[in-house]
């Protein structure tokens, strides 16, 4: 009797291990995905903000108008959930996306050289951020 339970204690302890392993493994698949996804939709910004900079009928030689809008207008593959922060009067950028808590990209352009606290970001280069207590958003906010 008792080696029939101690089997079956020791099938459910391996089946529970097994589905601890699972959910963990499924849940860190997510995340990468979703940075890689926060990451690939910063990308794209990027180029859409450049080609709508020099677009005579977008920037025109300026940042002062960009938007969400008009970068989904420039380059439809460009997604909604991109935002735009202008800084130091429009003569700078900051594009960011936000996937999930812990799992945004922002990127900082335009003339950077006018702004005075960039609040930890690193200009001209897509960064990942992994906290769960300021998104990508914050971080463009914060720049000044």
């Known amino acids: 009797m008792q080696h029939g339970l101690s089997i079956r204690i020791v099938a459910l302890a391996i089946l529970l291990l097994s589905i601890g392993l699972g959910a963990t493994s499924y849940l860190n698949a997510q995340g990468r995905a979703q940075d890689k996804t926060a990451l690939d939709r910063v990308r794209s910004a990027v180029l859409a903000t450049e080609a709508w900079y020099q677009?005579?009928?977008?920037?025109?030689?300026?940042?002062?108008?960009l938007s969400s809008a008009g970068l989904v207008q420039e380059a439809p593959a460009v997604s909604t959930k991109v935002?735009?922060?202008?800084?130091?009067?429009?003569r700078a950028y900051c594009l960011h996306d936000v996937e999930a808590?812990?799992?945004s990209a922002y990127y900082v352009?335009?003339?950077?050289?006018?702004?005075?606290?960039?609040?930890g970001a690193t200009p001209y280069q897509v960064t990942?951020?992994?906290?769960?207590d300021a998104d990508a958003a914050a971080v463009c906010s914060s720049i000044s």
């Open 55 to 65: 677009d005579p009928y977008g920037g025109h030689g300026s940042f002062r108008q």
């Open 83 to 90: 935002g735009v922060t202008l800084l130091a009067g429009g």
């Open 101 to 103: 808590r812990g799992h």
């Open 109 to 119: 352009g335009g003339a950077t050289r006018l702004l005075t606290h960039l609040a």
């Open 128 to 132: 990942l951020v992994h906290s769960t």
